[in-house]
């Protein structure tokens, strides 16, 4: 059972159980008390007795409290439920230790729609009375609803061992099935059966856990706490008696019959090694012709016969069965797939389209999946595609896929062939291909790394209808976003930006992508930018703003500027973003960095250390600032014991950094620690494959300092080349490295001057 299903699974049934008032054993209900109720225990809410609160003490603020409630209630009375609230607060403002009251400012933060409000007031009472079971169950179904699993555990385990809670009431076998189910949907078996051990004794025992009829029933029928389901349970914790007797109750009560009867007792008896036995049970299903249990059925066949070191006759026995069960579509393709394993291509293929004619959505992803190998091992490329758009459709298996693409680019013929197909299609507006199917042929093409065609087909992709109703529809959009954000992140380091402005100029435009678009344009204003267009960027990064809010996209706009070396309007808009996104402390780092940079750049140092300086001083284990500000010191000669702890501080941290290697082989230059420095430095340059000219430039110095000047020169002349290529030349770079060029002798052509777009 998948996480996402069985959470799907518990929550109906936690809230529906939390929902209910409580019954006598006998069947009979108690009565209503009067108040409201918001689900936090079993029982309608009442009003709180005054009495139940402390007694006030000379000097407390308890008296205080009980007048503060007592003014809430009467608000709550008038239907003034939030000024009621505001009571309540300041009732525990007098007296926090009132577990009376956080218990009932639950109900009303719940009445008002206040959710989280309503967790933080239970988390308190919990925090003041952890034997509270009710309010610790209601708590873990709010965690569950967050998809926090871990958190629920903690709260139920607590309410099972609260020493208020009775160990044969219906609330204990409640907590217990919300227990057992998240371990059953975790895979913690053992845990999970030692819990429902407890939902199914109070099933075989009602009245002995005062477990009424009604909540009997539901129990009984959620499919999560049938006998069949926790059967499945306690066989997988290996506690067959357990199983079995659950498996003979389901079919007594009606939940099974004879047949699923016989498969469930087949696999118990599989488990403990009496294949005879199994055999035997598992005939029975056969011999009803069910068809309830799908491919389960005949994979368990296939065990018995490994069992019975009979493996041989399984073939055989499942031609048996088919020619007894004609329209059985699940056994017809399961024996389509022993034909592919025995390379009886012509036999599979006629069994898979004879079983797909009435397959059920799983038997029929099955099918397509054993076509696609066919159609692979034969080399049928439109067939092929199209099989494995259907077998990805059906469920959004894009791991199964991923094995199918690897294979078919195991072979260089047939991937070409493939990506031909796609691509004839796509130029074909006759052909109607599905979504998947352009899905499938462009994530092939992004593996083989065929970017041309890549982007080619991801266009294709986006022109289809997507549909987005479910899960899979919508899982299969995200991996189409992340296609479209790497390979236009792979044309860009490759310098390819007008590639990169198409595709994602056509992504951001398509509607099924619209919750993407934000992303997109976000890219794309990168796109334009690297390509020196910063015209097109900012009012790409302008309509970005339009859709949405988020603080990135006002950096983003900044940082347009920033690259442009448009520093003055780059410096007023870094200010902007950190006056306005003051708790966005990754953003506010960011401009920072940004302005530490552009005054760095504008020749003022001492501005740009003053900028880091209070960046450490209020962050001082931050990585980037340790080697930024530790550089700095480093290259004016200053401060350099404590650069180079704060360097050695960033380096400890991403020991492969090459800019964190070269800060410590030039603080440890400016030591005089040449021989240590050339170490740094060396890997430093070796990481960036030799393309870094002031790397370079540091390399040359220390060469030159250790009198290996040939090796020096050579670093030096290197650099120049390097930085000269740069669309926007450092020239103070150029001008140092020609200077030390010639004073070692070496005659320095002039550079020509970058070429203007």
């Known amino acids: 059972m998948t996480r996402s299903f069985f959470v799907a699974l518990l929550l109906p049934s936690i809230v529906m159980a939390q929902s209910t008032s409580r019954h006598l054993a006998d069947g009979s209900k108690t009565e209503p008390k009067p108040g409201y109720q918001q689900q936090v225990t079993d029982d309608p809410a009442g009003h709180l007795d005054p009495k139940r609160l402390k007694s006030p003490q000379p000097g407390s ?96 385990e607590i309410a099972r061992k609260s020493k208020s809670i009775d160990r044969k009431s219906a609330i204990f076998v409640h907590v217990m099935r919300d227990l057992g189910l998240i371990y059953a949907g975790t895979g913690r078996v053992t845990s999970a059966s030692d819990c429902l051990e407890v939902v199914f004794l109070a099933l075989k025992d009602p009245a002995g856990y005062g477990l009424n009829e009604r909540s009997r029933r539901a129990l009984m029928a959620n499919p999560a706490t049938s006998f069949e389901r926790m059967g499945e349970v306690f066989l997988a914790a290996k506690r067959t008696d357990l199983a079995v007797e659950a498996f003979e109750l389901s079919a007594k009560r009606g939940q099974g019959n004879a047949a699923t009867l016989g498969f469930n007792l087949s696999r118990v008896h599989v488990q403990t090694g009496q294949y005879k036995r199994a055999l035997e049970q598992l005939q029975t299903y056969f011999d009803k012709k069910q068809t309830s249990k799908g491919r389960a059925a005949y994979e368990l066949l296939g065990r018995i016969y490994k069992g019975l070191e009979r493996s041989d006759d399984l073939t055989g026995q499942l031609e048996q069965l088919a020619a007894n069960d004609p329209n059985n579509a699940s056994l017809k393709i399961f024996l389509a797939d022993q034909y592919v394993v025995a390379e009886d291509f012509v036999r599979a293929r006629a069994m898979y389209e004879q079983g797909l004619v009435k397959a059920n959505p799983v038997d029929r992803e099955a099918a397509h999946w054993g076509l696609a190998v066919l159609h692979r091992r034969g080399g049928r490329a439109s067939e092929l595609l199209e099989s494995l758009g259907l077998a990805v459709d059906s469920r959004g298996d894009v791991k199964r896929l991923d094995v199918e693409l690897k294979a078919i680019a195991a072979q260089k013929r047939l991937s070409e062939k493939v990506l031909s197909e796609a691509s004839k299609q796509a130029s074909d507006d006759r052909v109607q291909a599905p979504f998947v199917r352009r899905l499938v042929a462009a994530r092939l093409a992004i593996q083989l790394e065929q970017n041309k065609s890549a982007v080619s087909l991801l266009g294709w992709a986006l022109a289809a209808e997507k549909p987005a109703q479910e899960v899979k529809d919508r899982m299969l959009l995200d991996q ?26 056509t992504a951001a435009d398509d509607r099924a992508m619209g919750n993407f678009k934000p992303q997109f344009l976000f890219q794309l204003s990168q796109a334009y930018e690297f390509g020196d267009r910063t015209a097109e960027a900012l009012a790409v990064i302008g309509e970005a703003r339009r859709t949405s809010n988020h603080p990135l996209l006002h950096y983003q706009e900044a940082w347009i500027h920033y690259h442009a070396h448009q520093w003055d309007k780059a410096i007023s808009m870094f200010q902007k973003v950190i006056e306005q996104f003051p708790e966005d402390t990754s953003i506010v780092r960011r401009c920072q960095f940004s302005l530490s940079n552009i005054y760095v750049e504008q020749g003022d140092i001492r501005k740009g250390e003053q900028v880091l300086e209070k960046v450490f001083a209020k962050d001082p284990e931050n990585i980037s600032v340790n080697n930024d500000l530790g550089y700095l010191y480093a290259d004016q000669g200053k401060n350099l014991e404590q650069a180079e702890k704060m360097i050695r501080k960033a380096l400890k941290a991403e020991p492969d950094n090459s800019a964190y290697q070269d800060s410590m082989g030039w603080v440890l230059y400016k030591l005089g620690r040449y021989d240590e420095a050339l170490k740094f430095l060396k890997k430093a340059s070796a990481d960036r494959e030799g393309e870094d000219p002031t790397i370079l430039e540091h390399l040359g110095d220390c060469f030159d300092k250790l009198e290996q000047q040939k090796r020096a020169i050579e670093n030096w002349k290197r650099a120049v080349e390097l930085a000269r290529k740069d669309k926007r030349p450092d020239e103070k770079l150029v001008g140092r490295l020609v200077e030390k060029l010639k004073a070692a002798g070496e005659v320095v052509k002039p550079g020509k001057a970058p070429k203007k777009k």
């Open 480 to 505: 189409l976003r992340r296609h479209v954000e790497d390979l236009a992140r792979a044309l860009m380091l490759k310098e390819q930006y007008d590639p990169a402005i198409v595709l994602l100029r």
């Open 61 to 156: 603020g308890r008296s205080m409290a009980r007048a503060w409630y007592m003014t809430g209630r009467y608000r709550i009375a008038k239907g003034n439920f939030k000024g009621g609230l505001v009571a309540f607060k300041k009732a525990v403002e007098q007296d926090p230790s009132q577990v009376a009251i956080y218990r009932e400012m639950v109900q009303v933060a719940l009445r008002l729609n206040r959710v989280d409000e309503a967790v933080g007031y239970a988390q308190k009472a919990i925090s003041l009375n952890p034997d509270d079971y009710e309010l610790l169950r209601w708590l873990s179904g709010q965690m569950i609803r967050q998809r926090k699993l871990p958190e629920a555990v903690q709260l139920l």
